[in-house]
């Protein structure tokens, strides 16, 4: 049994690492998925409300809300598969929280890439909204949950700064 968790700041590459896994048939498990399903059971479009919703979600349920979340959810994923990549972990109190539910099973991966490049994503996949919130303002969100912490305290990190293939190439690494 493996779960394999990701880390870094919007743009870095979590979603990219995520596909690769998905192309390998390993499941992924989204922490964004609990967020965004939480906007959606609000009301809320998630390209305008997430970083709101997910301050919410802490502040009503604790910082461990979106973690407790989807501990079930990757439990179900590894009764039918060895490995299992969970995208997108935001802080060291849900990096323990994982850690404490699957112990040595799990690894945690900081991907790290330059703040222009990760900007460069964030534009070409049109998810977000980035007339309201400007990339700085969300990366000082995401490090007020404690992400830098998570990401210092990451068993491995990639530098996301070359081609794609380049970081395909580590990610088929660490998941094989």
């Not at 009764?79 to 040595?104: H, I, Y």
């Not at 790290?112 to 919130?133: C, H, K, M, V, Y």
């Not at 490090?143 to 491995?156: K, V």
């Amino acid at each position: 049994m493996a779960v394999i968790g990701t880390v870094g700041l919007p743009g870095s590459g979590k979603g990219e690492f995520a596909s690769v896994a998905d192309d390998l048939g390993i499941p992924v498990v989204t922490m964004g998925d609990v967020i965004r399903a939480e906007c959606r059971r609000r009301g809320l479009d998630p390209a305008d409300h997430h970083g709101r919703v997910a301050r919410s979600l802490r502040e009503e349920h604790g910082p461990l809300a979106v973690a407790e979340r989807s501990i079930p959810v990757i439990r179900d994923a590894l009764e039918e598969n060895d490995t299992v990549v969970v995208d997108g972990l935001r802080s060291a109190a849900e990096l323990e929280q994982l850690r404490s539910a699957f112990g040595d099973a799990f690894t945690l991966v900081a991907i790290e890439a330059p703040s222009e490049t990760r900007a460069q994503r964030i534009d070409a996949r049109g998810r977000d909204n980035s007339a309201r919130e400007t990339l700085r303002q969300r990366d000082e969100r995401e490090l007020g949950f404690g992400l830098g912490e998570a990401i210092e305290r990451a068993d491995r990190t990639i530098e996301n700064d070359g081609s794609l293939a380049a970081f395909h190439e580590q990610v088929h690494e660490i998941l094989q």
